[in-house]
């Protein structure tokens, strides 16, 4: 018998165990990164890291059936509209989701507190967020966030 053979077949299913991810995984990484970023930038009333992440034809569908652009996200970040304490997708909730090489929809649950021209809100809800490959990078181009969660 030759010894070669066993050898071998070891050292393929070691590569196997140990091999990198694969483009898809890798990019399933960098989009719930950038998700992640993106809404650190919101709670931060950071529009210049928003506009770096927003594509140029981003909108915004909210529960209540009001769009937004992109334009009117940057402009509430600019002028604080909302005042943030929290931002933050729920620990465990986010799941990236890819279709095909330039799209991935992230879902996650978002806890929402802070103020708003002068009342208090607290709350959580559920998004998608839909992210496309562009030539400078993935952009987050679509968004639709549910009504507010009951307390729970």
């Given at each position: 018998m030759d010894i070669r053979m066993p050898?071998?077949?070891?050292a393929l299913s070691a590569c196997a165990t140990?091999?990198?991810?694969?483009s898809l995984e890798a990019d399933r990484l960098t989009v719930a990164a950038l998700d992640t970023a993106?809404?650190?930038?919101?709670?931060?009333?950071?529009?210049?890291?928003?506009?770096n992440i927003l594509h140029e034809d981003m909108i915004l569908?909210?529960?209540?059936?009001?769009?937004?652009t992109r334009e009117d996200l940057l402009?509430?970040?600019?002028?604080?509209?909302?005042?943030?304490?929290?931002?933050?997708?729920?620990?465990?909730?986010?799941t990236v989701r890819m279709y095909g090489p330039?799209?991935?929809i992230v879902t996650a649950r978002l806890w929402l507190?802070?103020?708003?021209?002068?009342?208090?809100?607290?709350?959580r809800l559920w998004f998608s967020d839909t992210y496309v490959r562009t030539p400078e990078g993935w952009r987050y181009a679509f968004g639709q966030a549910?009504?507010?969660?009951?307390?729970?």
């Open positions: 050898l071998l077949a070891v140990t091999a990198p991810p694969t993106y809404q650190a930038a919101v709670e931060r009333n950071d529009a210049d890291a928003m506009a569908v909210v529960g209540a059936g009001t769009v937004y402009r509430s970040a600019r002028e604080q509209e909302l005042i943030y304490e929290h931002q933050v997708e729920d620990e465990g909730t986010q330039n799209t991935a507190k802070g103020t708003q021209q002068g009342g208090a809100f607290d709350q549910s009504r507010a969660l009951p307390p729970s």
